[in-house]
């Protein structure tokens, strides 16, 4: 997981570095004035540190004043989706934090710079006239707008945009690497709790148990129900992969389904149902395994027999995951607190999290139960995430 962090880490301040080399260095002009190469360079290294901390009012106070000495703009602005959260540079005593950012200028789509020839002012005498906005970008979201702005009659030229967006540039990436640092010490602390969960010590038990009892009967059988627990337990434990494609967790699935029909027989009926085209799709480790766990220990167990189905598909963007039991089933109350860790289940709130804090609070888990008539567990997840890579 370190080693992981530290690559994404790594692959973003290389971003960062590019994008104020660039912004230093304007395409076909080469600046002899040291000074203000070493100018450039103080205002980047003092708006860097202030950047890791987010986005806030705060932090956009603390580098205004840099980005202006970067871009060479008479005002600059930064602000969030709708609001301005710093303002520094001429018309300051009108423009101020927390006003609406249409007072000054369109917002920028997260897709492309936005520039006005007159900014939107009702101030009687105000100096500004033209206006580039940025995006600030983050995980492919727009999460806020840079805007240089500049004195009534300043013809905004290739090189005006092209310095703000190099400047928005670096401003993002810095964003990025604190989006990176929050998810890192979520994903650490829900990696703590799977280290505890992720295999039952129950099912340990009962795999060991029901290999035991083909060593005189199956020998041969026997032996390879062994190297399946080694397998499995070798997948369980690399923790040093985070994620793994839905191939390799179906792959360990199928091995934990083999161990428990050791034990359940014809008893245990599985059914695998799972589209090719979503084989690929990158899933956090041990977070479909878990699912179908519980299935086999409320929805088998209890019973002393049961059918499983695990089913994939696509719908759109995303991958749809099933695993269904036809076993006791619970009502709506005890689903929804299994779902936030407050009534039992194997590792069902840690898959949750996990995903989560991988995909965002759109995608996650849904249980659908009724009493006497199964459980079915669905999970969603995006087929492709930028950032998020099978090790």
């Given at each position: 997981?370190?080693?992981?962090?530290?690559?994404?880490?790594?692959?973003?301040?290389?971003?960062?570095?590019?994008?104020?080399?660039?912004?230093?260095?304007?395409?076909?002009?080469?600046?002899?004035?040291?000074?203000?190469?070493?100018t450039?360079?103080?205002?980047?290294?003092?708006?860097?540190?202030?950047?890791?901390?987010?986005?806030t009012?705060?932090?956009?106070?603390?580098?205004?004043?840099?980005?202006?000495?970067?871009?060479?703009a008479?005002?600059?602005?930064?602000?969030?989706?709708?609001?301005?959260?710093?303002?520094?540079?001429?018309?300051?005593?009108?423009?101020?934090?927390?006003?609406?950012?249409?007072?000054?200028?369109?917002?920028?789509?997260?897709?492309?710079?936005?520039?006005?020839?007159?900014?939107?002012?009702?101030?009687?005498?105000?100096?500004?006239?033209?206006?580039?906005a940025?995006?600030?970008?983050?995980?492919?979201?727009?999460?806020?707008?840079?805007?240089?702005?500049?004195t009534?009659?300043?013809?905004?030229?290739?090189?005006?945009?092209?310095?703000?967006?190099?400047?928005?540039?670096?401003?993002?990436?810095?964003?990025?690497?604190?989006?990176?640092?929050?998810?890192?010490?979520?994903?650490?602390?829900?990696?703590?709790?799977?280290?505890?969960?992720?295999?039952?010590?129950?099912?340990?038990?009962?795999?060991l148990?029901?290999?035991?009892?083909?060593?005189?009967?199956?020998?041969?059988?026997?032996?390879?129900?062994?190297?399946?627990?080694?397998?499995?337990?070798?997948?369980?434990?690399r923790?040093?992969?985070?994620?793994?494609?839905?191939?390799?967790?179906?792959?360990?699935?199928?091995?934990?389904?083999?161990?428990?029909?050791?034990?359940?027989g014809?008893?245990?009926?599985?059914?695998?149902?799972?589209?090719?085209?979503?084989?690929?799709?990158?899933?956090?480790?041990?977070?479909?395994?878990?699912?179908?766990?519980?299935?086999?220990?409320?929805?088998?167990?209890?019973?002393?027999?049961?059918?499983?189905?695990?089913?994939?598909?696509?719908?759109?963007?995303?991958?749809?995951?099933?695993?269904?039991?036809?076993?006791?089933?619970?009502?709506?109350?005890?689903?929804?607190?299994?779902?936030?860790?407050q009534?039992?289940?194997?590792?069902?709130?840690?898959?949750?999290?996990?995903?989560?804090?991988?995909?965002?609070?759109?995608?996650?888990?849904?249980?659908?139960?009724?009493?006497?008539?199964?459980?079915?567990?669905?999970?969603?997840?995006?087929?492709?995430?930028?950032?998020v890579?099978?090790?």
């Amino acid at each position: 997981m370190a080693f992981f962090i530290g690559v994404v880490v790594g692959l973003a301040m290389a971003a960062s570095l590019v994008a104020a080399i660039r912004l230093l260095r304007p395409p076909r002009v080469i600046s002899s004035e040291v000074r203000a190469i070493q100018t450039a360079l103080h205002a980047a290294n003092g708006m860097l540190p202030e950047l890791r901390r987010g986005l806030t009012e705060e932090s956009a106070r603390r580098v205004a004043g840099h980005l202006r000495t970067l871009t060479q703009a008479s005002a600059v602005g930064l602000g969030d989706r709708t609001h301005v959260l710093a303002f520094e540079g001429l018309g300051h005593d009108h423009h101020r934090a927390g006003d609406p950012l249409l007072q000054i200028t369109a917002p920028a789509r997260e897709d492309r710079l936005h520039v006005e020839a007159q900014i939107r002012c009702a101030e009687p005498g105000c100096p500004l006239g033209a206006a580039v906005a940025a995006p600030l970008v983050v995980a492919g979201e727009l999460v806020g707008s840079f805007v240089a702005l500049y004195t009534r009659g300043h013809r905004v030229t290739p090189n005006d945009t092209r310095t703000v967006a190099e400047a928005a540039s670096l401003v993002s990436a810095q964003l990025e690497l604190k989006a990176m640092d929050d998810q890192a010490e979520r994903l650490a602390r829900a990696e703590l709790r799977a280290l505890r969960a992720q295999i039952s010590p129950h099912f340990i038990y009962n795999a060991l148990a029901a290999i035991a009892g083909y060593i005189h009967s199956k020998p041969e059988e026997a032996r390879e129900l062994l190297t399946e627990f080694a397998e499995f337990t070798r997948y369980a434990f690399r923790g040093q992969r985070p994620y793994v494609t839905l191939a390799d967790e179906l792959g360990y699935v199928e091995k934990y389904l083999r161990l428990e029909r050791a034990r359940f027989g014809e008893r245990l009926q599985v059914r695998l149902q799972v589209d090719p085209e979503v084989l690929p799709a990158v899933v956090p480790v041990l977070s479909l395994q878990p699912l179908v766990e519980n299935a086999v220990r409320h929805g088998v167990e209890r019973r002393g027999f049961g059918r499983i189905e695990v089913s994939g598909r696509h719908i759109g963007a995303d991958v749809e995951l099933r695993v269904s039991d036809d076993g006791v089933g619970m009502d709506r109350e005890r689903a929804a607190m299994v779902l936030a860790g407050q009534g039992g289940g194997v590792g069902i709130a840690n898959v949750q999290a996990r995903l989560q804090s991988t995909f965002g609070p759109g995608y996650g888990l849904e249980i659908e139960s009724e009493p006497g008539r199964g459980t079915t567990v669905t999970m969603t997840l995006p087929k492709f995430r930028a950032g998020v890579r099978a090790a």
